[in-house]
């Protein structure tokens, strides 16, 4: 049983490996974010001594204050993965390099204005409700392009890619469409804009099926952290 951070780290890499190579990728196109949310200071350096480089966040309060704890450490990269409701966009704009879930015009103009001229722009992904779930955030595949146009004409914003949550559904032939409609959206925006290279989709159950519907980023917390406490039994 694998009992560290470094260990854990390790192996999640070789899980992506292995789906590379199932999906005749590369693993260098692959990006490893660790969800570091809820996760100690400890824990977090932990990672980074392994050679974690790039860390997600759910909560803006307690993303804003590890960011400026772990100051020094300016190579890490850091993104903001959760539900962005106004009154936190300042917060935002002003810490993260990465923002994983817009999905609406008046958020993406407020991270714009609120992102100072001397920071580079704003990394942005927009949220896709790939299954239109109603207790999910994210814009439907019809509206994509409205909302790319505008983040792509805002300077403090640079339009990275999508991102999305598919549905847990048991059935595995619908999973992977849902998968594959992502990737087919995905495509789309790359044929529109030459900066598109960031899908952002798998986490720790579903990190192979991502990688082969062309997922460029996998977000992975237990699996690399363990189980939060409140998850303990």
């Not at 992977?176 to 598109?196: C, K, N, P, T, V």
Request: net charge neutral.
């Amino acid at each position: 049983m694998m009992n560290t951070i470094a260990e854990r780290l390790k192996e999640v890499r070789n899980q992506i490996i292995l789906a590379c190579e199932a999906a005749q990728r590369s693993p260098a196109d692959v990006r490893l974010l660790a969800v570091s949310k809820t996760r100690s200071i400890e824990e977090i350096l932990q990672a980074r001594q392994a050679g974690q480089m790039e860390f997600g966040e759910n909560y803006v309060q307690e993303g804003v204050s590890k960011i400026a704890q772990l100051e020094e450490h300016s190579e890490i990269t850091w993104h903001f993965i959760g539900p962005v409701q106004s009154n936190k966009t300042r917060d935002i704009a002003g810490s993260f390099g990465w923002v994983h879930s817009v999905d609406r015009a008046k958020i993406a103009r407020r991270l714009n204005d609120q992102r100072q001229h001397a920071q580079p722009p704003l990394n942005v992904l927009i949220q896709v409700n790939i299954d239109q779930e109603d207790t999910k955030a994210g814009v439907l595949p019809a509206d994509i392009a409205e909302l790319a146009g505008l983040i792509s004409s805002l300077p403090g914003l640079r339009l990275r890619g999508l991102m999305a949550i598919p549905a847990a559904a048991a059935d595995a032939v619908a999973r992977a469409a849902s998968y594959a409609r992502m990737q087919g959206l995905y495509s789309g925006l790359q044929a529109q804009y030459d900066q598109i290279d960031t899908l952002s989709m798998g986490m720790s159950d579903d990190l192979a099926t991502a990688i082969k519907y062309g997922a460029t980023t996998v977000r992975i917390g237990t699996a690399i952290f363990g189980s939060r406490p409140s998850d303990k039994k």
